[in-house]
């Protein structure tokens, strides 16, 4: 095993989806980090003011990739053109394979006063291989009591694996391929070492805290490290008590044609998609409460 070292720190730009202030991290200057395309880091606060049901992020279509809620605060009310009607908290994951087309809205969920009133979320995009962009889509959601865990013998670091692998324990959620996603929670001084597959690109984002990186390299709150390919272990340490991610991926090291909420491989792809989408191919979204 060989040392995998920081290629660069990225912090990212504000924005906003529907109701949800966002920090965007990818894509970073106009480039993907494949097969990751798109990280944001959502935080809402609930307006007691206005209709839970309006707050979120309304219908919506995707195609082509994987679109993941990874939620830490709160709770996601997901609905989609396929039918699926109801609610993930903290801990959970909400996976969407879009395939060929897929409708959704994320929510708050009505009671999200009872959670704090606060829903903070990573939504992470993670390409498709050509071969299964066209596929049928399917959702899959993951409480975190159904989310394989490791929990350090010290007490200090919690780490949930929606999917992919971590040393022995695996995922329940089904990737095209290969794919690593792992929510850590680490309170001060927890330490964990992560062994990476060489070929896979690998990130670490800190949502609040701070990490030390192979007892070299502070990574704040707020900012991601993109990891060289090189090397295939490295160590975390939380200098406080810290919320983070770590993602890896085998790269899909195919052509990308981005536009808006659809991911293809060629423009010409991208306008069909427009095109079905507005012939009502990818189905209707009619809220409903639950």
Do not use: C
């Not at 994987?66 to 053109?81: C, E, M």
């Not at 992470?124 to 009591?145: E, G, L, R, S």
Request: negative net charge; aromatic residues 8%; without cysteine.
């Amino acid at each position: 095993m060989s040392t995998k070292n920081i290629h660069r720190i990225i912090s990212g730009n504000p924005t906003k989806a529907g109701s949800i202030d966002v920090q965007e991290l990818l894509p970073n200057n106009g480039q993907f980090f494949d097969p990751f395309l798109v990280f944001h880091h959502g935080i809402a606060k609930a307006d007691p003011a206005i209709p839970i049901r309006l707050q979120g992020v309304g219908p919506h279509p995707h195609r082509g990739f994987s679109a993941i809620s990874f939620i830490y605060k709160g709770g996601v009310h997901h609905q989609d053109s396929r039918g699926n009607n109801h609610v993930v908290y903290a801990g959970g994951t909400q996976w969407i394979h879009a395939g060929m087309g897929i409708i959704h809205s994320e929510r708050v969920p009505a009671d999200i006063f009872e959670y704090g009133g606060v829903q903070e979320l990573l939504q992470v995009w993670v390409n498709t291989p050509a071969a299964h962009k066209m596929d049928q889509p399917y959702y899959y959601p993951a409480t975190k009591d159904a989310t394989p865990t490791i929990q350090t013998p010290e007490g200090l670091t919690e780490i949930l694996i929606p999917a992919g692998e971590l040393d022995g324990v695996k995922g329940i959620i089904p990737t095209f391929t290969p794919v690593n996603t792992w929510m850590i929670q680490m309170k001060k001084g927890g330490k964990y070492t992560y062994n990476i597959p060489p070929i896979h690109q690998s990130l670490v984002y800190v949502l609040s805290g701070a990490l030390l990186f192979n007892s070299q390299t502070t990574i704040a709150a707020q900012t991601m490290a993109l990891l060289e390919q090189n090397g295939t272990t490295f160590t975390i340490e939380a200098l406080e008590d810290t919320n983070a991610f770590v993602g890896s991926g085998e790269p899909l090291n195919e052509p990308i044609a981005a536009h808006g909420p659809f991911v293809m491989n060629t423009q010409t792809e991208i306008l069909q998609s427009f095109k079905d989408y507005q012939m009502g191919k990818m189905g209707v979204l009619l809220e409903k409460t639950i």
